[in-house]
């Protein structure tokens, strides 16, 4: 099957030894970055030069406890500097100046500067996301005047060396069984596929991406600790967001007091890790506003009336006695996700359990799809509105279904099929027996957890089940 990768997807092919080299984890990159780096160093076979590789992170990519030796060649001795991180800009519509960020080493606006030359050659990359991964080139403007001394962006590189072409990834899927594209995603994501015992288990695992190709779809896992919840939902893509501790309506929506908008409309995806010990600083603020963001995707705080199309995922652990679907699963999470209202916005449930906790046999050795090419493809597929209207034109339901369930179900079964089957161009292109199976089946599974779980808690959803669902081709 390596070959066959090799043969289809060239040059967007890498290989990963997480299996026997702790190198990267040492060097703590996400995996976009990490492959990014394998592309660059590796040669025909897959080897590179450990100590080549290891000068290029040291040079470009420093750690922050080293941020303070930078400042100083920067500001003191007058260098000029190229990092490899996260950056992002921000425009004063006061004063129309431009200044930027640098996440990764704290350096914020206040301190930082655009000049406008260098402001139009970079714009393009810049503006495309609150937060680009590129290599910056950085200097210094003296105090002069009124004018204090600031840091300067002299240069920018955004650091993807390729166009990524969704058509054809489409068509390539046509060459695969789905047997060996489960097996080709997983590989994507840095897992071994043959380290799984059953199918099951690997579509458990790919249950995950769900809401990085569907815009706003909303899911809640629970699963046993160490099955790597963390690790997909925060080093995999850059277009995602995995947030612990705190949060505050501000950082996720719009901060009204600095008029800048929030985490929602710059992610496709905003995670919750640890849900059980998440805290907001005003619950019932948040409360209303996630509710209506939840439903239709709105952001209504004070002038602010805008949509974004992020979705949320609430990750939580669960203990082996509470694994159990008809018991009360919610009883441990925030009173913020304890009530109907909220719940029933949550489109489907993902079962942790089924997933194995992490081993040596997990991990990836060998040929696979760059995470960086791969996310890349699930991001763009989020705009593809044609996997929608399949999936409006097939599913039938009663007329009296409810319109919450069948929407988290189409939702869902449209994720399955962007990522599953995107070579399906029409209702024609459909195998019914896979369909049902591998997308339909699975998203009102998901649904009816939540139904199950908001009975509950709430008496008038007791005893209520999702109708059946049908296709029609």
């Known amino acids: 099957m390596e070959e066959k990768l090799k043969q289809y997807f060239d040059n967007m092919v890498v290989y990963k030894d997480l299996k026997e080299s702790n190198f990267f984890k040492d060097l703590k990159l996400p995996s976009f970055l990490r492959d990014w780096l394998l592309k660059m160093f590796e040669d025909e076979s897959g080897k590179f030069d450990i100590d080549e590789l290891t000068n290029f992170v040291k040079t470009n990519i420093p750690t922050k406890a080293e941020w303070t030796a930078i400042k100083n060649r920067i500001v003191v001795e007058n260098e000029r500097v190229k990092l490899l991180t ?35 050659r970079c714009k393009d ?18 105090p002069e005047g009124k004018n ?22 489409k068509d390539i899927r046509k060459e695969f ?48 600790k160490g099955t790597g919840k963390s690790y997909l939902f925060g080093g995999i893509s850059r277009y995602g967001y995995l947030s612990a501790g705190k949060m505050t309506r501000a950082k996720l929506f719009y901060d009204l007091s600095r008029r800048e908008d929030g985490l929602v ?4 995806y905003i995670a919750f890790d640890e849900i059980q010990k998440v805290e907001f600083d005003n619950v019932n603020e948040m409360t209303q506003t996630l509710q209506g963001y939840m439903e239709q995707g709105t952001v209504k705080i004070g002038d602010k009336n805008d949509v974004a199309d992020a979705g949320f995922v609430m990750l939580g652990n669960i203990e082996q006695e509470k694994m159990d679907i008809y018991d009360n699963m919610f009883d441990s999470l925030p009173t913020l996700f304890k009530t109907s209202a909220l719940m029933d916005r949550i489109h489907g449930f ?51 279904a409810d319109t919450r369930d069948t929407e988290a179900v189409k939702r869902i079964a449209t994720a399955y099929l962007k990522l599953l089957f995107p070579h399906v161009r029409s209702p ?44 029609q081709l």
């Open 86 to 120: 996260r950056i992002s800009v921000d425009i004063d519509i006061t004063t129309h100046e431009v200044s930027f960020s640098l996440p990764n080493f704290d350096l914020n606006n206040k301190d930082t500067v655009i000049d406008q030359y260098v402001w139009n």
């Open 125 to 142: 990359d810049l503006v495309k996301a609150k937060e680009t991964w590129g290599i910056v080139e950085l200097g210094y403007r003296y």
């Open 148 to 169: 204090k001394g600031k840091i300067k962006l002299l240069g920018f590189e955004n650091f993807c060396p390729y166009e990524t072409d969704l058509e054809f990834y």
């Open 177 to 224: 069984t789905l047997g060996e594209w489960i097996d080709v995603i997983l590989g994507a994501i840095d897992y071994n596929a043959s380290g799984y015992t059953e199918e099951k288990q690997k579509l458990s695992m790919l249950t995950r991406l769900l809401p990085f190709v569907e815009k706003r779809l909303n899911l809640i896992e629970l699963a046993p």
């Open 265 to 268: 409309f710059f992610h496709d």
């Open 350 to 400: 993902i079962k942790g359990w089924d997933i194995p906790r992490m081993n040596e046999s997990l991990k990836i050795s060998g040929w696979a799809l760059n995470t960086e090419y791969f996310t890349t493809i699930m991001h763009l597929l989020r705009d593809d509105v044609s996997y929608r209207a399949i999936v409006d034109r097939i599913v039938e339901y009663p007329p009296n």
């Open 428 to 471: 024609k292109d459909i195998d019914e027996t896979e369909f049902i199976r591998y997308c339909l089946r699975p998203a009102r599974e998901m649904r009816s957890i939540i139904v199950m779980q908001m009975g509950m808690i709430d008496s008038q959803y007791k005893g209520k089940s999702l109708p059946k669902y049908t296709v």
